[in-house]
């Protein structure tokens, strides 16, 4: 669980977004895309969820992509290359189903585009026209376009200042793309706000669509219930249940709530640590 690869994505307005490269044979071997990892950065630290954005067989290693929010991605961006991490449990949750399903658009918000890029790469390789859409605040915030033209047919961007791309959201791009033609599938991940309003706009098309939700966990195996969503009026486990699911049928108001549950607590615990 050593660190070999470290790189700045981004770094600006107070936002920082870090890729590193972390050697981890026994989750290259059986991960798959939509998947996760659970991370201890030390002894004393939470667990934290994190996606599997990309794996190199060879080399044993697996991607993570990260941004800075709170006390423990700040001490994971403040690991060196050579560095250890203290524990990593995974893969976890079901992996995404790849398969032929026609035109499907992959919307990626901040730093959920690192999670929609694995699965971009296997829908791509299962033959599916694929239209990607990306959201960033501002232009040096956009993070794996390069590597996301690479496996979709067509990539729209936008940005909410205008400085680059279209100016606005990313539902603005999909409203339009939705009027252009029939699709299949559409899948997104991105803050809950933006996961919400696709939701709201591919419901009028009627166009399945699939979100992986960023609910809090603590132990990622379905024994504590921190992680519990409503989707279709049942309680369902986003670590063991997801955290994949079907967006129109996600109660997004509770999971807003439940996300701010310790926000307060989070903030002053990284005041206590001067982070
Ligand atoms: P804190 O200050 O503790 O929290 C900041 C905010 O992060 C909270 O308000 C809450 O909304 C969220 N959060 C806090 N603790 C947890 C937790 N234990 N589990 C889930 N969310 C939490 N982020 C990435 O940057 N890259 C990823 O690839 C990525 N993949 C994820 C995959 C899954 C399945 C899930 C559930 C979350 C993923 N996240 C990812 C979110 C990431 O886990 C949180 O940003 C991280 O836990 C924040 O911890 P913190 O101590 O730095 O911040
Ligand atoms: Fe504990 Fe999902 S994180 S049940
Ligand atoms: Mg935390």
């Known amino acids: 669980m050593k660190i070999i690869h470290k790189e700045t ?67 994971l961006g403040k690991l060196k290359i050579g560095d250890s991490l203290y524990a990593l449990a995974g893969p976890l949750g079901h992996p995404t189903e790849i398969k032929k399903y026609g035109n499907v658009i992959l919307v990626g918000g901040g730093v959920g585009i690192a999670e929609i890029y694995p699965v ?40 909410d200042d205008g400085s680059y791309g279209q100016k606005g959201f990313t539902t603005d791009i999909l409203k339009k793309l939705l009027i252009e033609r029939r699709y299949d599938l559409i899948y997104a991940v991105g803050p809950i706000p933006m996961m919400k309003s696709v939701s709201l706009v591919s419901k009028q098309s009627g166009i399945t669509t699939a979100v992986s939700l ?31 699911f079907d967006a129109h049928l996600v109660d997004w108001e509770e999971l807003e709530r439940r996300n701010n549950i310790y926000i307060e607590k989070e903030k002053h615990i990284c005041n206590l640590h001067k982070l």
């Open 9 to 75: 994505l981004a770094d600006i307005q107070n936002t920082k977004i870090t890729r590193v490269d972390i050697t981890c044979p026994h989750v290259v071997r059986k991960v798959e895309p939509g998947q996760f990892i659970v991370v201890m950065v030390s002894e004393e630290g939470e667990r934290i969820p994190l996606t599997v954005v990309d794996k190199d067989i060879g080399k044993g290693t697996i991607t993570l992509i990260f941004q800075e929010v709170g006390l423990t991605t700040k001490l």
């Open 120 to 159: 971009a790469k296997a829908l791509n390789e299962a033959g599916n026209h694929i239209d990607t859409v990306l959201g960033a605040r501002t232009k040096s915030l956009l993070i794996l376009e390069d590597g996301l033209k690479e496996v979709s047919n067509r990539v729209f961007v936008a940005t």
């Open 214 to 244: 960023n609910s809090l966990m603590v132990d990622a195996t379905g024994m504590c219930g921190c992680c519990r969503v409503t989707v279709g009026g049942k309680t369902k486990f986003a670590c063991v249940d997801g955290p994949e």
